[in-house]
């Protein structure tokens, strides 16, 4: 399984960026997939999921200001983010929806896409 993500960038603060991940997963259309990012130092944290049913859900930090959506036709997930602060400067990353107690048994990681927000 692999995961290409793209999209960041450098951004003022209250600018928008729009990420893309490309799965290569069989199935795509069957898996829970969200994004995660990761702060130099710390463990990966949870951003958004979205299911297979079409359920979504978000980290507090990012409630209305972030969307997850998905193409499953193009094994695509997309993260578009709107009114961006310093504190969402990060790498970001796509994966299968992780549970929290797992997510440091998981190796299977793309290279990310560093987002960059200036205040």
């Known amino acids: 399984v692999q995961f290409v993500e793209s999209g960041g960038g450098l951004v003022q603060a209250g600018g928008s960026l729009r990420l893309s991940c490309v799965a290569s997963?069989?199935?795509?259309?069957?898996?829970?997939m969200a994004w995660y990012r990761q702060y130099p130092g710390r463990q990966r944290e949870f951003v958004a999921h979205?299911?297979?049913?079409?359920?979504?859900r978000y980290a507090d930090s990012v409630k209305g200001r972030f969307t997850i959506s998905r193409d499953n036709a193009k094994n695509s997930l997309y993260l578009q983010m709107n009114n961006l602060k310093p504190e969402d400067t990060a790498v970001y990353y796509c994966?299968?929806?992780?549970?929290?107690?797992?997510?440091?048994?998981?190796?299977?990681w793309g290279q990310g896409t560093q987002v960059t927000v200036t205040s």
């Open positions: 994966n299968r929806n992780i549970l929290p107690d797992l997510m440091s048994t998981v190796a299977n």
């Open positions: 997963i069989n199935s795509f259309n069957t898996n829970s």
């Open positions: 979205s299911s297979n049913t079409g359920f979504t």
